[in-house]
Each structure stands twice: as structure tokens, then as C-alpha cells.
């Protein structure tokens, strides 16, 4: 936060990672977020529905079946369809309030936004919808194509933002540009001047920055730990016996022979994780696979028996803890 406001960036807290867990949100509100943050209508009524009053900001591009929603849960929207913008003016209008728009670029990242050459155009169109007001433009990386962000793509974004101003006369507020992918830039000193919003999740839940998986300077890495009890613990060979075809989802395991070996398994599933991004904390164990409800660790060189019943601790990570906080199955115990 601290990083952020030396720069002169506002950020808004993104609750999605944690389902929009009301009292995630209200620590992060506690840590200075200026509002909040969710992909999903649903969730910021759950905010709402817990009493939080600060400004709600819709992620995702509204659905066009929505737009009545959306402008009774938040304040703010991030578009990129003009036919969508002009249904949450008139939801707008008949509630009678004024709901704020970020035009969403797309520099390269291949998710939504408009085509850099389509902004200045569409900025003038959104501003002569009655019952939305610009407030800026905005653009995500990092996510569908995993592109880096770069002095040359954030850039671009402020580049555009001047070229708005001079084409409609008018001021935006605000450039909307970075996630938790954007803080080697901002460390770097090379977020480009003009870029004066985050809009962040992941850095704030498990301390890490997107890019690298590094935990930043002064975050916490440890405010999620996966809790999953043990069913069996039995000495099975590591290799299946019979002709292997598909697994529960449809594509062919492979098995390295590492003898005969003790496994545990865990009462939690493909429905509630990925398996792919945990960490189990207890010493020698490893994590072989899991199908919808079972996951199996390895847990020969473990130094401490591991016996039915026991709980076994993870670390998780962004992916994980999506799913687990969204997962009804599993319990959060808020400490
Ligand atoms: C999820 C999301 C974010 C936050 O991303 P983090 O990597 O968790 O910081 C920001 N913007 C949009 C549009 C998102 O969907």
C-alpha cells in the first residue's frame, strides 16, 4: 500500500480470491484499500448484504442480462460493449443514480477491451450515454495470455488516455492498469506516470506478485492455510496394475515406478482445489493426484506417522484458494 501511494497510485481491494469472504474484505479495507472489487454481481451483494458501504467496482464485463444489477450493487463498472454501456445508463436512470464506467483496452493481453484504435471513438460515444459518466480507461494483462506488463504496454494505455482528453475536451479520472502482476514495474520504478490505478487481489491475499510468484517486501504469505483430514493410509505400489486408459478427466496418467509406497488419502477434491497449487506443509510428504473428492499424498518419508483421522495442513496458492473459498464443501474458520 505504502508502494502504491509513494506513487500516487489509489487501490482497489479484488475479494474474488476469497469469494468475497465479508471480514477478507473488511481487513482489507482495515489495510487502506480505497474500495472493492469483484468479478461477480453475486459477490459484491455479499458485501453489500454484510453492511460494507465503500465504492464496489464489477470486473467482469457486466452480462447484458444483468445491467439491473449491477447498478444496484456498484458504484463502478469495467466495459467494452457500447450496446452494455447504454443498458446500465437506463438501469441508471431509472434508479436514479449515476453509474461510473471504465472503458476497458486491450494491449495485447487477448481478454476483453476494445482495440487501442477503437478508444478514442468509443470514449466519445460513452460520454453522450445518459446515466453513466468516463471515469477513466483501464486494461488487464497477465491473465488470458499471460502477457508481462511493460513500460511500452502501460504506455500505451496513458498515451490513449492523453489522446481521449484532446479528442472529447474532457479529463479522466482515472488509468486503471495494474494487478498484482504490475509490482516489479512499480518496484522498478518504471510504472509509466499517468497510470494512477491497481486494482488488486492476489498480492494482497497471499502476499505474492503474478508474474514471478515472489512474495512481495513486507506482505504476508501466510493468511490461507488449507486444513484436509486423512481417510486411508495404506502401502500400495506406485504403479496401477492393469491397462491404463483415461482417468476421471479424460486424459491418461503416467506413473514413475518408485516401488512400493505409503499413501495417504485426504477427504478433499478436484471440486474443491487444485491440486496443482498446493503445498502440503508437513515435511517429506508430496502430492501424487486427486480426482473430484480424493487427494492422494505420498507420505513414506515422512518423518511423523501420518494415521486416519489426522488433519494435514497446506500452503495454498491462487488457484487453490479460488476454488476452496467458493467450494461449499469446505469450511472457513476465520481466526
Ligand atoms: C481478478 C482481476 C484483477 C485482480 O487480479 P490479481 O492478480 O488478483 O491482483 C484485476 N482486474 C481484473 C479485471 C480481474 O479480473
Redesign the pocket.
Known amino acids: 500500500m505504502d508502494l502504491c501511494s509513494k506513487h500516487k497510485v489509489t487501490v482497489t481491494g479484488?475479494t474474488?480470491?476469497a469469494c468475497a469472504h465479508p471480514d477478507v474484505a473488511w481487513a482489507m479495507l482495515d489495510g487502506g484499500v480505497a474500495g472493492l472489487a469483484d468479478?461477480r454481481v453475486a459477490n459484491l451483494a455479499r458485501l453489500r448484504k454484510a453492511g460494507i458501504r465503500a465504492e464496489m467496482m464489477l470486473?467482469?464485463i457486466p452480462m447484458p442480462s444483468e445491467t439491473k444489477s449491477v447498478v444496484d450493487v456498484a458504484d463502478i463498472s469495467?466495459n467494452s460493449e457500447i450496446s452494455t454501456i447504454r443498458s446500465l445508463g437506463e438501469a441508471a436512470i431509472k434508479k436514479g443514480v449515476i453509474h461510473k464506467v471504465i472503458l476497458m483496452v486491450d494491449t495485447g493481453d487477448l481478454r476483453e477491451g476494445v482495440w487501442p484504435d477503437d478508444v478514442v471513438r468509443t470514449c466519445a460515444e460513452i460520454r453522450k450515454v445518459p446515466g453513466v459518466t468516463l471515469e477513466g480507461i483501464g486494461t488487464?494483462l497477465g491473465?488470458y495470455g499471460g502477457v508481462i506488463p511493460t513500460e511500452t504496454n502501460l504506455g500505451q494505455l496513458v498515451h490513449l488516455k492523453t489522446q481521449v482528453e484532446e479528442a472529447t475536451g474532457r479529463r479522466l479520472r482515472l488509468v486503471s492498469a495494474g494487478?498484482?502482476?504490475t509490482f516489479n514495474l512499480l518496484q522498478e520504478g518504471k510504472l509509466p506516470e499517468g497510470i494512477n490505478h491497481f486494482?488488486?487481489?492476489?498480492?494482497i491475499l497471499l502476499g505474492t506478485e503474478?508474474v514471478s510468484g515472489r512474495v512481495l517486501p513486507g506482505a504476508t504469505s501466510d493468511c490461507f492455510r488449507l486444513v484436509a483430514e486423512v481417510v486411508e493410509v495404506k502401502t500400495k505400489p506406485s504403479l496401477p496394475i492393469g491397462e491404463v486408459g483415461w482417468d476421471a478427466f479424460r486424459t491418461v496418467p503416467r506413473f514413475v515406478d518408485r516401488g512400493i509406497r505409503k499413501r495417504a488419502i485426504l477427504s478433499i477434491g478436484r471440486q474443491d482445489i487444485r491440486p496443482e497449487a498446493m503445498e502440503p506443509l508437513l515435511a517429506g510428504c508430496e502430492i501424487l493426484g486427486a480426482s473430484s473428492d480424493h487427494l492422494i499424498v505420498d507420505v513414506t518419508d515422512c518423518p511423523t506417522e501420518v494415521r486416519v483421522g489426522d488433519e494435514m495442513p497446506f500452503r495454498i496458492g491462487y488457484g487453490a484458494l479460488l476454488q476452496a473459498m467458493t467450494s461449499e464443501y469446505v469450511e472457513k474458520v476465520v481466526l
Not at 199 to 203: C, D, F, L, S, T
Request: hydrophobic share 40%; net charge positive.
Open positions: 479484488v474474488k480470491g468479478s470486473l467482469r469495467l488487464n491473465c494487478t498484482s502482476a486494482r488488486v487481489g492476489e498480492a503474478a
